[in-house]
């Protein structure tokens, strides 16, 4: 799988000078937001306020090439704005951001949202329907439809400083990443059970001294923390010794990082 890779802040020389910490493509980080993604920002572009955009909170399932696909009602604003252009966007926003909605991941799908087609209706429904259950009651009323949107382009957003488009191809291209599904699991585990730990990998492997440390994000290729320094609050990524497909072969991972920086520690 491809990866890119960021610069690690190291102590107060430029982080510019470190050597790049492996990490996912914005690709795959697109994708993996909208896949751990349950409800988005559908803006369509106005019928009354012809050229101005109108925004809906929107629910969506999800194909295996990230297209987010919509149930949507005739009588919605929304829809009768997709019905006379279907240009629209979507954004996705990460949804445990503690607090930091600028700190925090998001994603903007642009493209054209357009009526599934009929002969896949069913696999919309299936997929729609495995996300919201509760539709069921409403799903097979006449005004109800589904959309799905055609991507043509990908604006991704990890936090501050890092951000960039993504193509249409690249974004069909990529997976999730392989510990989206555990990742707020070893998430909350870290931060609650192994706070010293922390403090110690991000000495070692960030060369950053620091009074608390918190993980807020991780992936296959190495994990984020904000760390309580004596200058403030910084962000740091480190990466694994190998790369992780699932949280056992992550939790082997931290012990031997862990036991690397300090043999002791058991």
Request: proline share 6%.
């Given at each position: 799988?491809?990866?890119?890779s960021?610069?690690?802040?190291?102590?107060?020389?430029p982080?510019?000078?470190q050597?790049?910490?492996p990490?996912?493509?914005?690709?795959?980080r697109?994708?993996t937001?909208?896949?751990?993604?349950?409800i988005?920002?559908?803006?369509?572009?106005?019928?009354?306020q012809?050229g101005f955009p109108?925004?809906s909170?929107m629910?969506?399932?999800?194909?295996?090439?990230?297209r987010?696909?919509?149930?949507?009602?005739t009588?919605?604003?929304h829809?009768?704005?997709?019905?006379?252009d279907?240009?629209?966007?979507l954004?996705v926003?990460q949804?445990?951001?503690?607090g930091?909605?600028?700190g925090?991941?998001?994603?903007?799908?642009v493209?054209?949202v357009?009526?599934?087609p009929?002969?896949?209706?069913?696999?919309a429904r299936?997929?729609?329907?495995?996300?919201?259950?509760n539709?069921?009651?409403w799903v097979?009323?006449?005004?109800?439809?589904?959309?799905?949107?055609?991507?043509?382009?990908?604006?991704?957003?990890?936090?501050?400083?890092v951000?960039?488009?993504v193509?249409?191809?690249?974004?069909d291209?990529?997976?999730p990443?392989?510990l989206a599904?555990?990742m707020?699991?070893?998430?909350?585990?870290m931060?609650?059970?192994?706070?010293d730990?922390?403090?110690l990998?991000?000495r070692?492997?960030?060369?950053?001294?620091?009074?608390?440390a918190?993980m807020?994000?991780?992936?296959?290729?190495?994990?984020?923390?904000?760390?309580?320094?004596?200058?403030g609050?910084?962000?740091?990524?480190?990466a694994?010794l190998?790369?992780?497909?699932n949280?056992?072969?992550?939790r082997?991972?931290?012990v031997e990082?862990?036991?690397?920086?300090?043999?002791?520690?058991?």
């Amino acid at each position: 799988m491809p990866t890119s890779s960021v610069r690690k802040h190291a102590g107060p020389g430029p982080a510019s000078d470190q050597p790049p910490v492996p990490a996912p493509t914005f690709a795959e980080r697109a994708r993996t937001l909208v896949y751990l993604g349950r409800i988005g920002s559908l803006s369509t572009l106005s019928r009354k306020q012809p050229g101005f955009p109108f925004g809906s909170v929107m629910p969506y399932g999800l194909d295996a090439h990230g297209r987010t696909i919509f149930l949507i009602s005739t009588m919605a604003m929304h829809t009768q704005n997709l019905q006379a252009d279907p240009r629209a966007s979507l954004l996705v926003t990460q949804e445990d951001a503690g607090g930091d909605a600028l700190g925090a991941s998001r994603v903007t799908l642009v493209g054209k949202v357009l009526p599934v087609p009929d002969a896949e209706v069913a696999e919309a429904r299936k997929l729609y329907l495995a996300r919201y259950g509760n539709s069921k009651y409403w799903v097979d009323f006449e005004d109800f439809s589904f959309y799905r949107i055609k991507v043509v382009d990908v604006y991704y957003v990890g936090g501050f400083g890092v951000m960039g488009w993504v193509s249409a191809s690249e974004y069909d291209r990529s997976q999730p990443d392989p510990l989206a599904d555990s990742m707020a699991e070893i998430i909350q585990h870290m931060n609650a059970d192994h706070k010293d730990a922390l403090v110690l990998l991000a000495r070692e492997f960030a060369r950053v001294e620091s009074q608390e440390a918190t993980m807020t994000a991780v992936d296959r290729l190495g994990f984020h923390v904000l760390l309580k320094t004596q200058d403030g609050m910084l962000g740091a990524r480190i990466a694994f010794l190998r790369e992780v497909s699932n949280p056992a072969e992550t939790r082997r991972v931290l012990v031997e990082m862990v036991q690397q920086a300090h043999p002791q520690a058991k």
